[in-house]
């Protein structure tokens, strides 16, 4: 069943169009990597999924009951972020924000819901740690919790090992694969080919040459044309 339908959706950043009349879906339980060079609108189409930018034509629907306040959302690192001055419980529980309504306070199932997506990625022992005192590793799992305790369907990650050194970046991957296999939908960005495609379902290249194909196909199309592939 499709979680998501883009159809015909163009996009424009700064005034320039990066996106024309993209159509593709995503499917319940799918891991879509996004792929292509710098200003093909990767990040673009991100926020355009999360009704966070508006298109310039086309439309995005959404399936399975989904609503936009549903997704979790993993963003691009940055030093305002690295700097947030929380603990890594408070962040991980503003994942919950959008499901509170207008409830003031957080409930008894939204701590519980923290706690669990907390254990599940391995961080109970530093919930009371400020966030700004963690290794850029342990930040980008907090952030992932977070973007956990905020769906149980979809997550989109926009390039979530940015910044990390190999190995914490490996651990991010493994992460993602595990949580992929328990069931949720992932749509991930990034430069990072060998191991984001590992697991991947299927590839959307964006770019001149825009194209929708398996993780083998993708490969094989880059080989040929004498690409490299990290």
């Known amino acids: 069943m499709p979680l998501i339908i883009c159809d015909r959706v163009s996009l424009s950043y700064d005034g320039k169009k990066v996106i ?44 399975d009951g989904l ?24 962040v991980i529980l ?41 290794s850029g590793g342990q930040q980008q799992r907090v952030l992932l919790a977070r973007a956990l305790s905020a769906t ?5 990650l926009d390039e979530p090992v940015s910044g990390l050194d190999p190995e914490a970046g490996a651990a991010m991957y493994g992460l993602v694969d595990r949580l ?13 080919l060998i191991p984001a495609l590992h697991s991947a379902d299927r590839v959307l290249k964006l770019g001149t040459d825009c ?3 398996t993780p083998s196909e993708y490969l094989s199309g880059l080989s040929a044309k004498g690409g490299d592939v990290k």
């Open 67 to 90: 609503r936009r306040s549903e997704i979790g959302y993993l963003p691009q690192k940055n030093e305002m972020q690295k700097d947030f001055p929380a603990s890594v419980r408070e």
């Open 152 to 156: 149980k369907k979809l997550i989109l």
């Open 94 to 134: 503003s994942g919950r924000l959008n499901s509170r309504g207008l409830l003031p306070f957080y409930t008894k199932a939204d701590r519980a819901e923290a706690e669990r997506n907390a254990g599940r990625l391995g961080i109970t022992d530093i919930l009371n740690r400020s966030f700004s005192g963690l």
């Open 211 to 213: 194209r929708l194909c």
């Open 20 to 63: 024309s009349d993209l159509s593709f879906t995503v499917q319940e339980g799918e891991y879509l990597c996004i792929v292509g060079e710098n200003g093909s609108g990767k990040s673009t189409l991100i926020k355009a999924l999360l009704g966070l930018k508006a298109l310039s034509s086309g439309q995005i629907t959404y399936g």
């Open 180 to 192: 992929h296999s328990e069931g949720i939908t992932v749509i991930m960005v990034s430069h990072d």
